[in-house]
């Protein structure tokens, strides 16, 4: 099982990035997907979460309206645009993908750092 997230990098405020996750060794289609971030000192939290049934989203109350998820079956790749970056977006950005009902099986890829800074 791999999930690897690349796109990450460094913009300034007001920018925009898309993060990807490529996922292999399991069923993607029957995952449900999220993206987590943590900022140096604080908890990891979630961003961004998207069905696999129905593909419904929802999203942290500070992303609505700048971040879209969304994911590609066909692809086996999950995706988050980023739009109107702000320095407090700082942070190591983790694509997790979990079996509804089956906590044991959940995965985490290995971050990309996304840093907003002028």
């Known amino acids: 099982v791999q999930l690897v997230e690349s796109g990450g990098g460094v913009v300034q405020p007001g920018g925009s990035l898309r993060l990807s996750c490529a996922a292999s060794?399991?069923?993607?289609?029957?995952?449900?997907m999220s993206w987590y971030r943590q900022a140096p000192g604080k908890e990891r939290e979630l961003v961004a979460h998207?069905?696999?049934?129905?593909?419904?989203?929802k999203y942290a109350d500070p992303m609505k309206g700048r971040f879209t998820i969304s994911r590609n079956n066909f692809k086996n790749t999950a995706y988050l645009q980023m739009n109107s970056l702000k320095p407090e977006d700082t942070a190591v950005y983790y694509c997790?993908?979990?079996?509804?009902?089956?906590?044991?099986?959940?995965?985490w890829g290995q971050g990309t750092q996304v840093t907003v800074s002028s």
């Open positions: 997790n993908a979990a079996l509804r009902d089956y906590p044991e099986y959940a995965y």
């Open positions: 060794g399991f069923t993607f289609s029957a995952y449900e």
């Open positions: 998207i069905d696999n049934l129905d593909g419904r989203t």
